[in-house]
């Protein structure tokens, strides 16, 4: 193992075409007061890596010398490679480092081959090198830091050779991997690793901003719910004479089964009343006041623990909430996040913008600072209309193409009624029979579904009703339901119109259950898949015409089927309309230019101008 010679690095490595980088540091965070590099290895020859100390307390080499011969290195054109590459790009530029154009990365390469493994760089290495893990040899040091780190005490830094074997076995193992990953990728799969590679480019700076929440909102909304929380608690107590315990389950069923005498409506595994979420509302009719105050005490407690105190407690002194994005965190293909944590071991603190329910109350403390506004920019019904081409199914088709509410229509032909005689509520049943149906769900299963997430109640024979009513509205879904489950069955996959695979070895499963499960995948994974990898397009040209116009704005992320900018307020108005000509004509045009699909419906993108993201809003471009 060298890590020592500069000058003998230097020549190796800028004679070698592909590169692999890594970082080993400590904590996880680059803003983090107390983060540093440890190390960086670099390996351009398989067998051959170099390992560069920096801060380690044994680096005998003077910085600025490293520095000027990694930034040389990094500046230099070749195949840049690493595993997860975005968090060291992120630390890198944090420390003033010179960043290398790293165009290629063996987690994503590894997701896109198959989705549903381990892609941690020792798993990668023993499935595909038949490499032994070698993770353990760090484990105890990284424990130790971690530890120190929480309890502010001085760091342990490993012992150098612990830290360089390993670090060098990183960055050689990656190099490994990518010579034998690369040429598993077929063409549509290389297609996507380089589009996922830009998505990637973009989070970096996504990052490193974060979105801004100020400390008094976040006081405010936290004492409101606790005093909503009061109030429920009282209210309980004044209609049954009880001073529950919200959190207790045992209390609970106390409450409602021998207090008020309620019907148990369902059980839990160990055979005691069910109090969850779906039977209180299904006995809601029964005691409506004392329910709404158990689900009012929930929803304030769940908003104050999961969201308020932790988003409180993370807010750096820019008083910016800061996410860590994980491009290979789910099967379809969307993102996945989760707050920034400061070091390596530590489960995410509280729930991520990812988690935040569609409640303006609490998305309310997504603000912008001063002299800036928010950009909320949301494709409509996206799903319905990847679901739509997808099909080929006419009448929703030819709908979108008109400009119809799909909603409405459905509301329409379930309701019985003329569209101009179509009610709010009408429409928001529609939405459930749109979303329940679409998948190929049961009737029985709809009724639950529309009950759960709608709050809208289907006898068996009213549910089997709409079904019938809704496919022979759309008389071109069951037919793709059928010609899917008949692919997936002879194939064992699906793929989406971009290229993205979506493995299903359950469809092969002695078990009914899980064959009929991975035909409902089937089905969705290519909608889900290609509405996201439409949003992800759209904030990355989003991105890029920002930098391409040296706008003042930045965005601040993608969360579902939005894209979240901030921008100085003489700007933000003329960026939205910008923003929603790129993500209705313009993402259409590079998905056609980069993967060779024609998309045959139109989109459309509501785009709001906001003080705060889903209230306060000044202008609505629909």
Not at 209 to 230: A, F, N, P, S, W
Not at 497 to 526: C, E, F, K, M, T
Request: some cysteine; hydrophobic content about 40%.
């Amino acid at each position: 193992m060298r890590y020592t010679n500069l000058d003998e690095m230097y020549k190796a490595l800028s004679r070698a075409e592909r590169v692999a980088f890594d970082l080993e540091t400590v904590g996880l965070d680059p803003q983090f007061s107390r983060a540093s590099i440890m190390c960086i290895s670099l390996c351009g020859e398989p067998g051959k890596p170099y390992v560069l100390l920096w801060d380690h307390p044994e680096n005998k080499l003077p910085k600025d010398e490293v520095k000027v011969v990694l930034d040389e290195l990094f500046a230099q054109e070749k195949v840049w490679i690493a595993q997860n590459g975005k968090f060291d790009c992120v630390w890198l530029r944090q420390f003033g480092f010179t960043v290398p154009a790293h165009s290629h990365d063996t987690i994503i390469m590894a997701h896109l081959l198959d989705e549903n493994q381990p892609k941690n760089v020792e798993s990668l290495a023993s499935r595909y090198l038949g490499v032994p893990d070698w993770s353990q040899a760090m484990a105890g040091h990284f424990n130790a830091i971690n530890k120190a780190l929480r309890e502010g005490k001085s760091i342990p830094y490993p012992p150098v050779e612990d830290l360089v074997t390993y670090a060098g076995r990183d960055a050689d193992i990656e190099l490994q991997l990518f010579n034998k990953l690369w040429p598993k990728l077929d063409p549509s799969q290389r297609r996507l690793h380089d589009f996922l590679m830009d998505v990637s480019w973009t989070l970096e700076e996504v990052e490193a901003l974060g979105v801004y929440m100020r400390l008094e909102d976040l006081e405010q909304l936290e004492k409101d719910m606790e005093e909503r929380m009061e109030r429920a608690l009282d209210l309980i107590e004044e209609k049954t004479g009880v001073r529950v315990n919200p959190n207790s389950p045992q209390q609970v069923a106390s409450l409602l089964f021998d207090t008020l005498k309620l019907p148990v409506v369902d059980s839990t595994d160990t055979d005691a009343p069910s109090t969850g979420q779906h039977t209180l509302k299904v006995l809601r009719k029964k005691a409506p006041e004392v329910i709404d105050a158990l689900l009012s005490y929930r929803k304030a407690k769940k908003y104050v623990g999961s969201y308020l105190k932790p988003w409180k407690s993370l807010l750096n002194d820019k008083s910016r909430l800061r996410s860590s994005f994980n491009i290979t965190g789910t099967v379809t293909g969307r993102l996945s996040c989760q707050n920034q944590s400061p070091w390596r071991g530590t489960k995410s603190v509280g729930m991520s913008l990812h988690q935040v329910p569609r409640d303006g109350e609490i998305r309310s403390v997504v603000t912008a600072p001063s002299g800036r506004l928010l950009i909320v920019a949301d494709y409509s019904q996206i799903e319905l209309r990847v679901a739509a081409a997808l099909a080929n199914e006419e009448r929703m088709i030819e709908a979108y193409r008109k400009g119809e509410d799909l909603h409405m229509l459905t509301a329409s032909v379930v309701s019985g009624k003329p569209l101009d005689e179509v009610t709010k509520e009408d429409r928001s049943k529609a939405k459930a029979v749109n979303f329940g149906f679409l998948y190929g769900m049961g009737h029985r299963t709809f009724i639950d579904y529309a009950f759960d997430n709608y709050g809208i109640e289907f006898s068996e024979a009213e549910a089997k009703q709409v079904r019938n009513q809704y496919f022979r509205l759309y008389k071109g879904l069951l037919p793709w339901h059928r010609k899917v489950e008949d692919f997936v069955r002879r194939h064992g996959f699906i793929r989406s119109p971009l290229g993205r695979v979506r493995n299903l070895p359950d469809i092969h499963s002695p078990d009914p259950s899980l064959q009929h499960s991975a035909v409902r995948q089937a089905i969705n994974s290519p909608v889900q898949a290609t509405a996201s990898d439409f949003t992800l397009m759209a904030m990355v040209l989003v991105h890029e015409y920002i930098l391409r116009q040296s706008l003042p704005a930045n965005v601040l992320g993608q969360v579902h089927d939005s894209v979240l900018v901030e921008a100085d307020e003489d700007f933000a108005y003329s960026l939205a309309e910008d923003i929603k000509d790129i993500m209705e004509n313009e993402v259409p045009l590079e998905v056609y230019h980069r993967f060779g699909y024609r998309f045959p419906l139109p989109l459309a993108a509501e785009v709001e101008i906001c003080r705060r993201w889903g209230s306060d809003i000044l202008k609505v471009l629909a």
